[in-house]
């Protein structure tokens, strides 16, 4: 892409603008839910909620034994549940999507199996809003690393602050209180960089996502200036006066 893609005079308003055949560029966010998000953020939920009873059934335990001695280090391990909520955020890139899929994965969860019981429900409620509330902040615009990193950020501080701290470490320091948050948060960032941007950027590669806005061959309005690798990543809006254009970066 030139720079050329981004000076250029914006398209009328009484017509969408194209990129090649069969594509056509939003003029703002999408919001409207189709048959196939719903389809597709529900499949993604129910593999997540799989990943959840394997992991808590065969790796958590093992884990929990190790971090006995100093139990703040277990919280390292809350990213892997926060996963869900920032791919189905990426892929889906509708209002609800991340509470959609974290919370169906819950269910899912909840259904095989597991050591909380329905309490699963709640926290995928909570990690679910705090990609939202990210997402958000990007005005539904931005669907790249930064807001990747921050939805980790806000799930993790939703699911400590507004749950774990009342459940787990209620009677704890304020100094412990503060240890048990500041590793959730590292690990909320870290998971959702390393696991739930990079699944997505996967998912793209090998071409699954062509339906949806981050896909190359998006069939649908989408935020980009033409359908480019890696529409995931995709970052530096430029707006004159008609929607939104994003060119290729690693915002």
């Not at 250029?8 to 969408?16: F, G, L, V, Y």
């Not at 909570?126 to 806000?154: I, K, M």
Request: proline share 7%; net charge positive; hydrophobic share 50%.
């Amino acid at each position: 892409m030139t720079a050329q893609d981004f000076t250029k005079a914006p398209p009328p308003r009484d017509r969408a603008p194209r990129t090649g055949p069969g594509t056509r560029l939003a003029t703002r966010p999408l919001m409207r839910w189709r048959g196939v998000d719903l389809i597709t953020a529900a499949m993604l939920a129910v593999a997540f909620g799989v990943m959840f009873w394997g992991f808590d059934t065969f790796i958590y335990p093992i884990l929990t034994t190790a971090t006995a001695g100093f139990p703040p280090v277990g919280e390292l391990m809350l990213g892997v549940w926060l996963i869900p909520a920032v791919v189905g955020a990426l892929v889906v890139r509708r209002p609800g999507a991340a509470v959609f899929t974290e919370l169906v994965a819950a269910n899912v969860e909840l259904f095989l199996g597991n050591k909380w019981g329905a309490a699963v429900l709640l926290s995928g409620v909570l990690q679910g809003l705090g990609v939202e509330l990210a997402v958000a902040l990007f005005r539904h615009r931005r669907f790249g690393l930064a807001v990747a990193v921050l939805g980790g950020t806000l799930s993790a501080a939703f699911e400590i602050v507004f749950y774990e701290w009342y459940s787990y470490v209620a009677g704890s320091s304020t100094a412990w209180q503060a240890n048990n948050l500041a590793r959730g948060l590292g690990s909320g960032g870290m998971f959702r960089r390393g696991g739930g941007l990079a699944l997505a950027v996967g998912l793209v590669r090998e071409g699954a996502l062509n339906a949806f806005p981050p896909g190359p061959g998006a069939g649908e309005p989408t935020l980009a200036c033409r359908p480019a690798w890696p529409g995931v990543v995709q970052g530096r809006a430029w707006r004159r006066g008609h929607g939104s254009c994003w060119g290729p970066g690693r915002r």
